[in-house]
Nanobody, 117 residues
């Protein structure tokens, strides 16, 4: 499996912004889809956003549409999640995921995002 390492989490007040990064190991990756999930306290893990390997297709859960932007830099084997207008309900551990053909078999260990009122 590919190693995925998230960074950029932290504490921010409501209305603020954070950018998460996820770096994948390996010099080259072929058609590797990447995305983000999150798990809030006492809640099930949920899908947040995904980007196909080419970066041409992106998808978001309704609750983050218009606020979050997923992007990727394949030359750096890195995917980003720009989070704007953060709300307390965005508080969660955010996980980077990746895989071939939408499998998302690879998971990072997560980075904590806490949004205070």
């Amino acid at each position: 499996q590919v190693q995925l390492v998230e960074s950029g989490g932290g504490l921010v007040q409501a209305g603020g912004s954070l950018r998460l990064s996820c770096a994948a190991s390996g010099r080259t990756l072929s058609r590797y889809d990447m995305g983000w999930f999150r798990q809030a306290p006492g809640k099930e893990r949920e899908f947040v956003a995904t980007s196909r390997w080419s970066g041409s297709n992106t998808y978001y859960v309704d609750s983050v549409k218009g606020r979050f932007i997923i992007s990727r830099d394949n030359a750096k084997n890195t995917v980003y999640l720009q989070m704007n207008s953060l709300k307390p309900e965005d508080t969660a551990v955010y996980y980077c995921v990746g895989g071939v053909a939408g499998s998302y078999a690879d998971w990072g260990q997560g980075t904590q995002v806490t949004v205070s009122s």
